[in-house]
């Protein structure tokens, strides 16, 4: 189990992941207004969450009016 501070595409993110469940969870902040959690049950590793979490548009999102 680790919950530790990352960077994922530029912007601040926490990352929390539990080896026994297999589950873990992914919150970052986007364009300083938006947070944004990704969260997986039973998931292959914690890499899943970082590329669930990089497929999304942050640019488009912090664009948001």
Do not use: H, S
């Not at 986007?30 to 990704?38: D, S």
């Not at 969450?49 to 942050?58: G, K, N, P, S, V």
């Amino acid at each position: 189990r680790y919950k530790k501070c990352v960077t994922l595409n530029g912007e601040p993110a926490f990352a929390e992941w539990r080896n026994a469940t297999r589950d873990g969870e992914l919150t970052m902040l986007a364009g300083k207004r938006f947070l944004v959690a990704v969260k997986g049950n039973q998931l292959p590793g914690p890499g899943t969450l970082q590329e669930t979490a990089r497929a999304i548009d942050f640019g488009k999102l912090a664009a948001l009016k």
